[in-house]
């Protein structure tokens, strides 16, 4: 097997290697003679399954099965640089992820950091995109703000499921103002009364489940967002989304919901009021 490469090319020199034709491993591993050559292209990707049982067709080591594994797993992690997100155009970022919602049944989202786009304000949003998009000019700020007010309009779908754990922290911390805060605070606690929508708030003084080290979102099991302060990273493989999953039901298990999380609101907003 080469160094490097992609995940296609080595299938192709193993299969090679093996004097095999793409119809003859498709009929070891129980798979069609498209699937096969689409894996090679790199124009699909095969589960995790499908390639040990291409990798056992083929006779592969135990070591240059991992190596097919370990390339898999890389290709199924896609990095991008906030900088370079927010040079294409915030307004083309938001149009992106209302395309991804747009296909997803059931989005779950952790936010430690701040509050989650769906659920923000436009005051608060403007302030968000102020701060992601550098240098990025006014206009495509607000362009980019009335794409994000028009994604919100999904939470009242009724064939959708939302689901959000917002740390305390988020609420305490006034990103554009004590008045601008207090009206995110209104607009939670309406949302939370929506039947699609199931919001929590991890409350500080408990010992969370996990160190919430970075915020995600899952959409239907199948794919993970995560946003550092730099980059931004797309995860797909089913180990890795499971992870996060199991992250976030343990997230949500320690987290306010329904009147208690409504009285945490209350008394959010009393402490702003009186800084």
Do not use: C
Not at 12 to 41: M, N, P
Not at 147 to 164: M, N, Y
Not at 188 to 209: F, K, N, R, W
């Amino acid at each position: 097997m080469p160094e490097g490469g992609d995940l296609g090319q080595a299938l192709r020199i193993l299969r090679a290697d093996k004097g095999l034709t793409a119809a003859e491993l498709a009929e070891r591993v129980g798979v069609t003679q498209t699937a096969i050559s689409r894996y090679e292209l790199g124009t699909r990707r095969p589960s995790h399954e499908t390639l040990e049982r291409i990798a056992d067709a083929l006779g592969a080591s135990k070591r240059v099965k991992q190596k097919l594994v370990d390339q898999l797993h890389g290709e199924q992690i896609e990095l991008q640089s906030i900088r370079a997100i927010a040079r294409r155009g915030l307004r083309r970022r938001q149009e992106e992820i209302a395309r991804v919602e747009a296909k997803t049944r059931h989005l779950r989202n952790f936010q430690a950091a701040v509050i989650p786009g769906l659920l923000q304000t436009p005051g608060y949003a403007r302030r968000m995109f102020e701060e992601v998009g550098l240098d990025t000019h006014t206009q495509d700020v607000g362009r980019a703000l009335a794409v994000r007010l028009d994604r919100q309009a999904i939470l009242h779908d009724p064939k959708r499921r939302f689901g959000f754990v917002i740390t305390e922290a988020v609420l305490l911390w006034p990103r554009e103002g004590v008045p601008e805060m207090l009206a995110q605070l209104d607009r939670l606690q309406v949302v939370s009364e929506l039947p699609t929508v199931d919001l929590a708030i991890l409350p500080l003084g408990i010992t969370p489940p996990y160190s919430p080290i970075n915020s995600f979102d899952i959409y239907d099991d199948k794919l993970v967002l995560i946003e550092t302060l730099t980059e931004q990273l797309a995860v797909r493989d089913s180990s890795d989304v499971a992870s996060y999953v199991g992250a976030y039901e343990a997230f949500r298990q320690s987290a306010l919901s329904g009147p208690d999380a409504r009285r945490l609101f209350e008394s959010v907003a009393a402490r702003l009021r009186g800084l």
